[in-house]
């Protein structure tokens, strides 16, 4: 089989972080469903939870250490109030950053909102192997995150890299 012809879906858990939503009314965890789904992806688990540092960690915790979770998209709490702690309860998780997403995030959402994208704190990493992604709560900037960057990254058909290929070598020593 050729590198072209591989499908390779990821095993994907999705966190809405909100005290204002519920998963009935959830427009940007729909949309990261919906569009992790239509590339062939499989989503193992989706769960709403309140802004929360530690409950956020918790659930974060529990993902990555179970193999059936390949990768964790957040959406919502990667703000400037005081409310929102996403980064702050994923950083200390990760073994290793992935500073390229955050930056390319801001690029691509500055195409759609121009300098409001300066107060994202979208963050990506890696821990025990799982792939981590928080971005902002919006449904415009999970839509301009997934179709600008994790589109093209859980893909592994795309070229000259992506991360799914880096997929079996994470937890290397």
Same mark, same amino acid.
């Given at each position: 089989?050729?590198? *072209?012809?591989? %499908?390779?879906?990821?095993?994907?858990?999705?966190?809405?972080?909100?005290?204002?939503?519920?998963?009935?009314? /959830?427009?940007?965890?729909?949309? &990261?469903?919906?569009?992790? !789904? =239509?590339?062939?992806?499989?989503?193992?688990?989706? #769960?709403?939870? +309140? /802004?929360?540092?530690?409950? #956020?960690?918790? =659930?974060?915790?529990?993902?990555?250490?179970? +193999? %059936?979770?390949?990768?964790?998209?957040?959406?919502?709490? !990667?703000?400037?109030?005081?409310? /929102?702690?996403? @980064?702050?309860?994923?950083? @200390?998780?990760?073994?290793?950053?992935?500073?390229?997403?955050? =930056?390319?995030?801001?690029?691509?959402?500055?195409? *759609?909102?121009?300098?409001?994208?300066?107060?994202?704190?979208?963050?990506?990493?890696?821990?025990?192997?799982?792939?981590?992604?928080? &971005?902002?709560?919006?449904?415009?900037?999970? %839509?301009?995150?997934? %179709?600008?960057?994790?589109?093209?990254?859980?893909?592994?058909?795309?070229? +000259?890299?992506?991360?799914?290929? &880096?997929? +079996?070598?994470? *937890?290397?020593?």
């Amino acid at each position: 089989m050729s590198t *072209t012809e591989q %499908k390779r879906p990821v095993r994907i858990a999705i966190m809405t972080v909100s005290d204002s939503r519920t998963l009935e009314n /959830d427009t940007s965890g729909d949309a &990261l469903q919906r569009m992790a !789904t =239509e590339d062939g992806h499989e989503v193992v688990e989706r #769960i709403l939870v +309140p /802004d929360d540092i530690y409950r #956020i960690r918790y =659930e974060i915790s529990r993902w990555i250490i179970d +193999p %059936k979770v390949e990768a964790v998209i957040t959406t919502g709490g !990667t703000g400037l109030t005081g409310r /929102d702690g996403t @980064p702050e309860a994923v950083a @200390p998780l990760l073994d290793r950053t992935i500073e390229g997403f955050g =930056e390319l995030f801001r690029w691509v959402s500055y195409q *759609t909102v121009k300098t409001s994208t300066i107060a994202s704190r979208a963050l990506g990493g890696v821990a025990n192997g799982t792939f981590i992604f928080c &971005l902002p709560g919006s449904t415009g900037a999970c %839509k301009d995150a997934w %179709k600008g960057v994790l589109h093209d990254q859980l893909d592994i058909n795309h070229r +000259p890299c992506n991360l799914v290929e &880096l997929m +079996p070598r994470l *937890t290397e020593s």
